[in-house]
T-cell receptor, first 115, second 114 residues
Framework: AQTVTQSQPEMSVQEAETVTLSCTYDTSENNYYLFWYKQPPSRQMILVIRQEAYKQQNATENRFSVNFQKAAKSFSLKISDSQLGDTAMYFCAFMKKEGAQKLVFGQGTRLTINP | DTGVSQDPRHKITKRGQNVTFRCDPISEHNRLYWYRQTLGQGPEFLTYFQNEAQLEKSRLLSDRFSAERPKGSFSTLEIQRTEQGDSAMYLC????????????FGSGTRLTVV
């Protein structure tokens, strides 16, 4: 079975700063995806960024980028130039490429961006 | 298409009552998933459908829970004889099988059992 661990329950930074959220996972699979989802207080889960395990290049979406270390099973999210609207719960998630494509989530990190 | 819709947004019920939630997925998505999220935790998989077939159920889904997706369109999740431990957010998501784009989630139904 796969497990996802987020070791930072809460983080807080000032607006415009850069912040990095940590995530580790455990799997014996070779073909999988990793995701970061954002859940604001309005509670709809929104996809932030996706990484395919077979791709060595780290995914980037505007201010959001990941550091994917496959051997270490680490998948951190970096938010540059943080904005007040980035305040939310952030969840790291794992998905096997084949089969049911269920998401396995970490416990989440509550990120607060302070003005 | 307005995304994944869930109804109701909130439900308060007395212990022992039955409740039913509805999810309308994105129309072209053939997969529909139900997850449960308790306070301060990540969502946990409950069950999923491909078209109208329910292909997998989690051990979390006790026999008091039943889900349907008639005609492969909307889905319902029913909880019979609710217990206080059923209090949670119930999230629905849909996707197109075998595409790597991830899911589209609904806003969830928050259930409170008193």
């Amino acid at each position: 079975a796969q497990t996802v661990t987020q070791s930072q329950p809460e983080m807080s930074v000032q607006e415009a700063e850069t912040v990095t959220l940590s995530c580790t996972y455990d799997t014996s699979e070779n073909n999988y995806y990793l995701f970061w989802y954002k859940q604001p207080p309005s509670r709809q889960m929104i996809l932030v960024i996706r990484q395919e395990a077979y791709k060595q290049q780290n995914a980037t979406e505007n201010r959001f980028s990941v550091n994917f270390q496959k051997a270490a099973k680490s998948f951190s999210l970096k938010i540059s130039d943080s904005q007040l609207g980035d305040t939310a719960m952030y969840f790291c998630a794992f998905m096997k490429k084949e089969g049911a494509q269920k998401l396995v989530f970490g416990q989440g990190t509550r990120l607060t961006i302070n003005p | 298409d307005t995304g994944v819709s869930q109804d109701p947004r909130h439900k308060i019920t007395k212990r022992g009552q039955n409740v039913t939630f509805r999810c309308d997925p994105i129309s072209e998505h053939n997969r529909l998933y139900w997850y449960r999220q308790t306070l301060g935790q990540g969502p946990e998989f409950l069950t999923y459908f491909q078209n109208e077939a329910q292909l997998e159920k989690s051990r979390l889904l006790s026999d008091r829970f039943s889900a349907e997706r008639p005609k492969g369109s909307f889905s319902t999740l029913e909880i019979q004889r609710t217990e206080q431990g059923d209090s949670a957010m119930y999230l629905c998501a849909s996707s197109l099988a075998w595409t790597p784009s991830g899911y589209t989630f609904g806003s969830g139904t928050r259930l409170t059992v008193v």
